[in-house]
């Protein structure tokens, strides 16, 4: 647990990560009038440019330089050293939704998780292109550009828009049963947002089954301070040390959608 001197003292980190967020979005648009450098990883879905690179540097460099005693995950590389979550880590993905970056020059996002002892406490998503900044700190709510997001209300899964990508009904997991019960389902390739989305309403869950910490770091923390619910698709707490599955929603209809996970 943190005390409340941390807590303020995690504030200042808040504020000084919305800056470097706010510099490494500059930085990011100037890039997109040029041309990326972008390479293929695993496969075809997966794509790296040296923006995403770049920009994890950058926070490298600034976190060593002003907060020695922190350390960074990050998805370009620097997850290599952290086999652990003991003190303050950066959990970051310097862009997520590469492949829309890529292709559609909008919908992707800065996503940074910042944990103590394993808990979350601060959460940064930004919508680069649509100026949309979610943040939270531990115990004092999560923001949509300042303001306040109201805790999550009570919901049921035959009014509620649920997110995954279509690749996931390839795979027989029962998501058709949601697609039947649910009011519809959106999809829009970027994690850290659509988790931000379900933390402000936008969604009623979440869902996919291969994500990296730096995919939900930041969204967990903005969901735990609006009452959101996420674990990993068969309802086990996620360790952000690994890849898993996901299910973030609405607390009302999360029991709903485990059971028709778990019949699976
Ligand atoms: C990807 C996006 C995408 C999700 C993939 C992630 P990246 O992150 O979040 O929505 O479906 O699993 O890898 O590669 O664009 O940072
Ligand atoms: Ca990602
Ligand atoms: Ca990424």
Redesign the pocket.
Known sequence: MINERENRSFEDVKKQAELWIREASQYIKEKMKGTLSITT?AHQ????TDV?QNVEKFFLDKITDKFPDHRLMG?EGSFEQIKDLEGTVWIL?????????VHQKSN?AISIGIFHDGEPIIGLVYDVMGDELFSSLKGQGAMLNGEKLPALTKNSLNEALLSF?A?WLLKERGLEELVESSRGIRS???????MAYVACGRLDAYI?F???P??IAGGYALLQEVGGKATNYTGEELTFLEKDTLLAANPWIYDEILEIARKK
Request: glycine share 6%; no cysteine; proline share 3%.
């Open positions: 990883k879905h997966d794509l790296v995403d998805e993905d310097p862009i997520d939704g590469t492949v829309n970056f992707f990508n690749g829009y390739a970027v994690a850290a947002l659509e996919s291969n994500l990296a730096w995919d």
